[in-house]
C-alpha cells in the first residue's frame, strides 16, 4: 500500500555529485528501515546504504562508504542518498527500499518488501 517515487539520477562525469530522493506516499505510518540498492546491466541487485526508523544508525556497503551517505526526513516521508566522487563502477538503476517489519538496517534485500521503480545513474570516464 505504499508508493516509493525515486528522483534526482542523471549523467555526470567521473568525480561528480548526485543527490538521489526516495518520496514515499500511501501507508507511511509506522516505523521501518529504509535503504537503496543499485543493479547494473546483467549483474545482481546489490545493496548500498539502509538507514534505521530514528536515523541513528545507519549500513553502507565497503564500495561507497566514505562517498554516499544516506539520510531521512521522517516528517516529510522522504530518503535521500547524497553520493559524492562518483566513479563510473559506479553507474546503475538506483532504487529505494523500504523494510516494514522492522525498523533497523539490514543489508539482505530479503529483509524489504517494497521497491520504487528505479533511478538511472551514469557516470562516465
Known amino acids: 500500500q505504499v508508493q516509493l517515487v525515486e528522483s534526482g539520477g542523471g549523467l555526470v562525469q567521473a568525480g561528480g555529485t548526485l543527490r538521489l530522493s526516495c518520496a514515499a506516499s500511501?501507508?507511511?505510518?509506522?516505523?521501518?528501515?529504509m535503504g537503496w540498492f543499485r543493479q547494473a546491466p546483467g549483474k545482481e541487485r546489490e545493496f548500498v546504504a539502509a538507514?534505521?526508523?530514528?536515523?541513528?544508525?545507519?549500513y553502507y556497503a565497503d564500495s561507497v562508504k566514505g562517498r554516499f551517505t544516506i539520510s531521512r526526513d521522517n516528517a516529510k516521508n522522504t530518503v535521500s542518498l547524497q553520493m559524492n566522487t562518483l566513479k563510473p563502477e559506479d553507474t546503475a538503476v538506483y532504487y529505494c527500499?523500504?523494510?516494514?517489519?522492522?525498523?533497523?538496517?539490514?543489508?539482505?534485500?530479503?529483509?524489504?518488501?517494497?521497491w520504487g521503480q528505479g533511478t538511472q545513474v551514469t557516470v562516465s570516464s
Open positions: 538507514i534505521s526508523w530514528s536515523g541513528g544508525s545507519t
Open positions: 500511501g501507508r507511511t505510518f509506522g516505523s521501518y528501515a
Open positions: 527500499t523500504r523494510r516494514s517489519s522492522s525498523r533497523y538496517p539490514s543489508r539482505d534485500r530479503r529483509d524489504f518488501d517494497s
